[in-house]
Structure formats: structure tokens, C-alpha cells
Nanobody, 120 residues
Framework: QVQLVESGGGLVQAGGSLRLSCAYS????????MGWFRQAPGKEREFVAR????????YYADSVKGRFTISRDSAKNTMYLQMISLKPEDTAVYYC?????????????WGQGTQVTVSS
């Protein structure tokens, strides 16, 4: 059974930082990519960042470039999202997702989400 478990969310003041983690298990082959998405109240889920598992190539949404850094530790089957200079508009539930080489960028696997709240 595939499981993705996020952790690291919380309440932080504007300008502060948080690091999210996403540990996966049960995926029989290495992910092709893993990604972070977020959904704010009343808004659609949006892409935040993704990382290619083999090459570590990264891609970011314009809204987080220069402030967020995605990384992964393949030995721990874990992906991270380091967030600095947080803004109130970053407040959302953050989800991690994984795809496979058979389902590239379609993200069939999702975590349960972790709340990030940035106060002004």
C-alpha cells in the first residue's frame, strides 16, 4: 500500500520559515517526480514545486521562486520543502504527491496534507 506522510506544518509569523517533509513507502519503483501542491480556503489546489527523483532537477511556481527550496533524500525516501520569507498568502494545506515512470506528472499518489498558517 502506497503511503505519503507529510509533516512540519504549523503556525509562523510573516517572514518566518518552515520545513515540510514527505516520507513515502509502498511504491515498488522509484518515483519519476515528487511534488508539492497547496490549497488555500476557497481556492483550487495549485502547484508549488516538483523534483525529479533521479536527477534532482527542480521546478517551481513563480510565486515561490527564490523563497522555497525542494529537495529529496533518496536513502530516506523523503522529500522536503524548505520555505523562507513566508507570506500570509502562503497559508494553505500543503500536499505532497508522487508519480511513477508509468504515470509521469499525473500524481496518482497523495499525502493527507499539512496545514501551514502564516500570520501577518
Amino acid at each position: 500500500q502506497v503511503q505519503l506522510v507529510e509533516s512540519g506544518g504549523g503556525l509562523v509569523q510573516a517572514g518566518g520559515s518552515l520545513r515540510l517533509s514527505c516520507a513515502y513507502s509502498g511504491i515498488t519503483s522509484l518515483p519519476y517526480t515528487m511534488g508539492w501542491f497547496r490549497q488555500a480556503p476557497g481556492k483550487e489546489r495549485e502547484f508549488v514545486a516538483r523534483i525529479a527523483w533521479s536527477s534532482s532537477t527542480t521546478y517551481y511556481a513563480d510565486s515561490v521562486k527564490g523563497r522555497f527550496t525542494i529537495s529529496r533524500d533518496s536513502a530516506k525516501n523523503t522529500m522536503y520543502l524548505q520555505m523562507i520569507s513566508l507570506k500570509p498568502e502562503d497559508t494553505a494545506v500543503y500536499y505532497c504527491a508522487a508519480d511513477t515512470r508509468d504515470t509521469p506528472l499525473k500524481y496518482p499518489y497523495w499525502g493527507q496534507g499539512t496545514q501551514v498558517t502564516v500570520s501577518s
